[in-house]
């Protein structure tokens, strides 16, 4: 089965300092890749997505992510943090055609300080 | 094009009740998927719906339910509350297809006291 793992719970951060969320996902085959975004009290939002291709993937909010396939990895960057960053941040893996669904990481909290 | 909507916003219920919670996907996309999201247990996956149809459904007791109409709509619902439902519940929706984005509703925050 397909999983997921974020292995920072939370991460502070400066404003203006660059910002890079460790996702490592788990599966036979190259997966559809996912980072979300949430903010206090609202839904999920899509930054970017992998399918194939470039793995190096350009989201948005000036987000970028790069998928390592010998690291079974897809950590997301931004270079330079905005206060308006604060979020929870979420990678997620599928939806396959056997299962439909998404499998999400634990999620990493964003503190962005003055 | 309107987003994906849930309805109510917010709930409160007593153990024991019952509560129905519903979707409206964005339009054209048939795909309806549900999920809780807990402090505890994070974002789970409760059921996935197409054209009226469950395709496959998460690891949850009996007690929470889903049907999706002829339109798209869905609700779920769940029966006997616990003090261990109250989640925030997503719904998202997106076009037929596995590798499409699912767009996500802003949730239904369920408080069982």
């Known amino acids: 089965a397909q999983s997921v793992t974020q292995p920072d719970i939370h991460i502070t951060v400066s404003e203006g300092a660059s910002l890079e969320l460790r996702c490592n996902y788990s599966y036979g085959a190259t997966p559809y890749l996912f980072w979300y975004v949430q903010s206090p009290g609202q839904g999920l939002q899509l930054l970017l997505k992998?399918?194939?291709?470039?793995?190096l993937v350009q989201g948005i909010k000036g987000f970028e992510a790069e998928f390592k396939r010998s690291q079974s990895s897809f950590n997301l960057r931004k270079p330079s943090v905005h206060w308006s960053d604060a979020a929870e941040y979420f990678c997620a893996v599928g939806p396959f055609s056997n299962d439909y669904k998404l499998s999400f990481g634990a999620g990493t909290t964003v503190t962005v300080r003055a | 094009k309107a987003g994906v909507t849930q309805t109510p916003r917010y709930l409160i219920k007593t153990r024991g009740q019952q509560v129905t919670l519903s979707c409206s996907p964005i339009?054209?996309?048939?795909?309806v998927s549900w999920y809780q999201q807990t402090p505890g247990q994070g974002l789970q996956f409760l059921f996935e719906y197409f054209s009226e149809t469950q395709r496959n459904k998460g690891n949850f007791p009996g007690r929470f339910s889903g049907r999706q109409f002829s339109n798209s709509r869905s609700e779920m619902n769940v029966s006997t509350l616990e003090l261990g439902d109250s989640a925030l519940y997503l719904c998202?929706?997106?076009?037929?297809?596995?590798?499409?984005?699912?767009?996500f509703g802003p949730g239904t925050r369920l408080t069982v006291l």
């Open positions: 998202a929706s997106k076009t037929s297809g596995a590798n499409n984005e699912q767009f």
């Open positions: 339009s054209g996309h048939r795909s």
């Open positions: 992998y399918f194939s291709g470039d793995t």
